[in-house]
C-alpha cells in the first residue's frame, strides 16, 4: 500500500527528478507538467476497497451512493463501482415515493433488476428507506386520509325512511335483532343525523343472526335500482345485503368500488360508503335484507339520511342549473372571464373543497378601480321573474381583506343586475349561500366580481337552484384522529412488509427510519404540521405519534430475514450534537418499547470547515450506543465552482480526517462501515449538490487528491 499524505509535495519531488534527465540525448526535453505528475501519483493508488483490511475489519463495507439507473444500465459507473466498493445505497429508486403506485401496489420491477444486477457483481445492497417524511407517494397517502365524500342523489329516493327518521321502525323489521338495534340521534354522518346502531350478540356467527329488513320497495318494468348506505364499526366487521324479490336474491357484488366481487364486505371503524346497482327483478316490489350477524360482538352504526335505493331512470329531484359547478371532470369548460390581465383555470387534483377533487381558481394580479373591473361570467338557463333562487359554494381566498360579490345579469348588462350581496374571504373553505329573486327577465348569466381583492379566489360546489328545492351538492366528512392512525399504521404495514419481503433475499440492512429528529427541536421528532408542505412530503409520525419508528422497527423485523441489521439514520449530528444526543434518546425509546435498533447511520454531509472537534465527539457518542455505527452519506463540499489545489488538499484532509476519526472512536465490532455519496462532483442538473465539487471523482471521472487521501484513512483501519 502507498502513503501519501501531502499530494502536492510528492508531485513536487517527481517533476524535479523529471527535469533532471539526461540531455545528452538528441533534441529537447520538456519539463512534464505539474498538474500531470499530481494525477500520475493520484492513479497510481489501487481500487479503494482494497484499502480495507478485511481480516481486522469482517463486518466493514465501503459503499457508494448512486442511483439505480446508473447501475442497472451497466455504464461507467457500475464499472467504478463494482471495483472500488462493496456496496450500494440508492439515493431514490428504495423509497416509497418510487415503488408505490396511485393504488397503493407496489411497483417493483425496477428494484428487482438492480438486485440481480448487484447479486451478479458479488454488490450487497442497503435498503434506504422504509419510514421517511421526504421522497414519498404522499398524494396516495393523503388520499386514504382525506374526509368521506358523500354525494346525495339527485333523484328521489324508492326507500321509506319514516320508520327510522320516527324511531319506530314502521315497516321496518328488526326480528332478528342480536343484542339490539336501535335508532340513536348525533350518531351519524355528523353530530346532527341519526344513525340505526345494531349490536350483533356475542355467539353471533351466522348472516342472519343481526339483520334489518327494509319496507316494500315498488319495481317498474325494466328498471334498474342503485342501493347507497354508509356504515362503520367499533371493531372489524362483515356484511352482505340480500333480497326478496329479485331471479337472484343472494348477488355477489363489488360493494365498495374495490373492481372485485365478494359474497360479504368488511367494515371498520372508519365511515365507508357501499354502493352497488341490482336488477333483474321477478316480482312488483323487492325488499332489502341487511345482514351483519358473521361476526360476534361488533356494534355497527348506518347513518339514516344517506341510506338509498332509487330507480336509475327514475325522476330527477332538484336541478342544479349550473352543469359545471363541482369541476370534477377536470376543466372550467363555460366559466369565461375578463379584466386585469386575470386569470381562471382549474387547480390540480386535491385542491378542490375538503382536500378532494378539482376547484376554479381565478387570480386578479393587481388592484383596480372597481370591483366590476375582474370578473367570471357563467351562461345559464333564465331565470324566472319573482321566482327566488338560492347560489350556494365553497370559497376560499389568498387575500383575506378583500371580497367578491355574485350578482345575476342578462345577456346585455344594460338593465342592470340582481345582486346576491357581498361575500368576504378568508383562507379556510367556508360555505356561502345566499339568494335572490330576479327583477326583470333574461337574467341568463352568472357574474362573479373580483376587483375588491387581489391574488386567487378558488370556488368549488357551485350550485344555482330554485329556492325551496333539496340540494344535492356533496357532504365531507372528516375522518377521526384514531381512524387515521389506524388507517396510515395499515399503509405502513402493506409498504414494508411488501417492500422487505421482496428485497429480503438480497438486501440484508436497511434504514428502517430516516431523519426523525427535528432541527430546531433536536430533541423531538419532526412534524409537518403547521408547515406548507412539498408534493412528497407525508410525517407517518403525525398520524401515529412517537410510535411509529417502533411500529417500522417491528415490520421491518418481522418481514425480514432473523439477522439483518437495522438502523436509524439521521444528518448534521456532527454539526448539532444536541441532536446526535436526541436521535440516541429516541433509539432508547424504542427499545424501551421492546424492539431491537441494531445500528445508528450518521449521513455526514460536511464541507472543508466543518467543526473537526464535534465530529470527534459524535463518533465517541455514537461509540457508547454498543450499537453498529455507520458513515451513511459522507460527502465534503469546497463551496467554490473552481477550487485552488489549496482546497482541493483541505477537502482531501478532511475525507481522511472523518475515516481517522471512525477508526479511532468506532470499535471494530460495531464498524458497519463508511458511504460515500454521490461517488463523483456532481453535474450542474444534478438533484443532488448542483455543480458542487464534493466526490472523490471528477465529473469526468478522474480521481482527485480526496480519493488518495480516503484511501490512505481506509488502510488505517
Known amino acids: 500500500m502507498k502513503k501519501l499524505y501531502k499530494i502536492w509535495a510528492c508531485a513536487s519531488v517527481l517533476v524535479m527528478f523529471i527535469s533532471c534527465a539526461d540531455t545528452d540525448r538528441p533534441g529537447f526535453e520538456v519539463e512534464k507538467p505539474e498538474n500531470i505528475a499530481v494525477q500520475e501519483v493520484i492513479d497510481d493508488y489501487s481500487d479503494l476497497k482494497t484499502y480495507v483490511d478485511k481480516e481486522s475489519n469482517p463486518n466493514f463495507k465501503l459503499g457508494a451512493g448512486i442511483s439505480l439507473s446508473d447501475y442497472v444500465s451497466r455504464n461507467l459507473i457500475y464499472r467504478l463501482v463494482n471495483r472500488n466498493f462493496d456496496e450500494i445505497t440508492l439515493g431514490y429508486g428504495m423509497k416509497h415515493g418510487a415503488i408505490v403506485q396511485s393504488n397503493g401496489n407496489l411497483n417493483l420491477d425496477n428494484v428487482n433488476d438492480l438486485l440481480a444486477t448487484a447479486s451478479e457483481s458479488n454488490i450487497s445492497v442497503f435498503g434506504h428507506t422504509l419510514a421517511w417524511h421526504a421522497n414519498q407517494n404522499a398524494s396516495y397517502l393523503n388520499s386514504l386520509i382525506t374526509p368521506l365524500v358523500v354525494t346525495p342523489p339527485a333523484i328521489a329516493n ?169 369541476f370534477e371532470e377536470g376543466h372550467i369548460n363555460g366559466w369565461g372571464g375578463w379584466g386585469n390581465n386575470s386569470t381562471r383555470e382549474i387547480t390540480a387534483d386535491g385542491e378542490g373543497f375538503g382536500g378532494t377533487g378539482y376547484a376554479l381558481a381565478v387570480t386578479n394580479p393587481s388592484s383596480v378601480s372597481g370591483f366590476w373591473v375582474v370578473q367570471s361570467s357563467l351562461a345559464v338557463p333564465e331565470l324566472e321573474v319573482g321566482e327566488e333562487y338560492v347560489l350556494s359554494f365553497y370559497v376560499k381566498s389568498t387575500d383575506v381583506n378583500g371580497n367578491i360579490r355574485p350578482e345575476m345579469q342578462s345577456t346585455s348588462w344594460q338593465d342592470g343586475a340582481d345582486g346576491f350581496g357581498t361575500v368576504y374571504l378568508t383562507n379556510e373553505w367556508s360555505k356561502v349561500e345566499l339568494s335572490v329573486t330576479p327583477s326583470v327577465a333574461g337574467r341568463n348569466r352568472l357574474i362573479i366580481s373580483y376587483g375588491d381583492m387581489v391574488g386567487t379566489v378558488y370556488l368549488d360546489n357551485v350550485v344555482l337552484r330554485k329556492a325551496g328545492g333539496s340540494t344535492s351538492e356533496p357532504i365531507f366528512v372528516e375522518k377521526l384522529p384514531e381512524v387515521k392512525s389506524q388507517i396510515i399504521a395499515g399503509a405502513l404495514e402493506s409498504w414494508i412488509s411488501q417492500m422487505v419481503t421482496n428485497c429480503a433475499p438480497h438486501v440484508k440492512a436497511w434504514d428502517v427510519v430516516n431523519e426523525p429528529m427535528d432541527d430546531a427541536n433536536p430533541y423531538e421528532l419532526k412534524t409537518g404540521i403547521g408547515k406548507s408542505l412539498s408534493s412528497d412530503e407525508f410525517y407517518w409520525q403525525d398520524y401515529m405519534g412517537k410510535d411509529y419508528a417502533v411500529e417500522a422497527f417491528r415490520l421491518a423485523r418481522e418481514y425480514g430475514n432473523t439477522d439483518d441489521i437495522l438502523f436509524v439514520n439521521d444528518y448534521n449530528l456532527e454539526y448539532n450534537l444536541d441532536k446526535c444526543k436526541g436521535l440516541i434518546d429516541y433509539v432508547e425509546y424504542i427499545e424501551s418499547q421492546g424492539q431491537t435498533v441494531d445500528g445508528i447511520g450518521t449521513q455526514m454531509h460536511i464541507s472543508i470547515n466543518s467543526n473537526k472537534e464535534n465530529i470527534a465527539t459524535m463518533f465517541q457518542l455514537l461509540a457508547a450506543t454498543g450499537k453498529f455505527v455507520k458513515v451513511s452519506e459522507l460527502d465534503v463540499r469546497v463551496f467554490v465552482d473552481d477550487p485552488s489545489e489549496e482546497i482541493l488538499q483541505q477537502q482531501a484532509d478532511m475525507y481522511k480526517y472523518v475515516v481517522d476519526m471512525y477508526e479511532e472512536y468506532i470499535p471494530v465490532i460495531q464498524r458497519y462501515g463508511i458511504t460515500v455519496w454521490g461517488v463523483t462532483d456532481s453535474p450542474a442538473n444534478s438533484s443532488w449538490l448542483p455543480g458542487e465539487k464534493q466526490g472523490l471523482w471528477t465529473v469526468d471521472y478522474l480521481r482527485k487528491p480526496s480519493y488518495a487521501s480516503f484511501a490512505e484513512g481506509l488502510s488505517g483501519l
Open 158 to 326: 324508492s326507500l321509506d325512511l319514516s320508520g327510522l327518521l320516527n324511531e319506530d321502525f314502521m315497516n321496518w323489521d328488526v326480528s332478528n335483532s342480536g343484542s339490539g338495534i336501535s335508532v340513536e340521534m348525533g350518531e351519524g354522518l355528523d353530530a346532527n343525523s341519526q344513525a340505526v346502531k345494531l349490536i350483533s350478540s356475542a355467539n353471533a356467527s351466522a348472516s342472519t343472526d343481526l339483520q334489518l329488513i327494509t319496507p316494500d320497495i315498488q319495481v317498474g318494468e325494466g328498471t334498474t335500482f342503485e342501493v347507497v348506505f354508509y356504515i362503520k364499526s367499533d371493531k372489524p366487521g362483515e356484511g352482505s345485503v340480500t333480497f326478496e324479490g329479485l331471479t337472484d336474491n343472494e348477488p355477489m357484488l363489488d360493494w365498495t368500488g374495490t373492481g372485485t366481487v365478494t359474497e360479504t364486505f368488511e367494515t371498520s371503524i372508519s365511515w365507508q360508503e357501499v354502493r352497488f346497482q341490482i336488477t333483474g327483478f321477478n316480482a312488483s316490489t323487492f325488499n332489502a335484507k341487511l345482514n351483519l350477524g358473521y361476526q360476534p360482538d361488533v356494534t355497527y352504526h348506518i347513518d339514516v339520511n344517506n341510506f338509498y335505493v332509487y330507480d336509475t331512470g327514475g325522476e330527477v329531484a332538484i336541478t342544479n342549473l349550473i352543469t359545471n359547478g363541482d
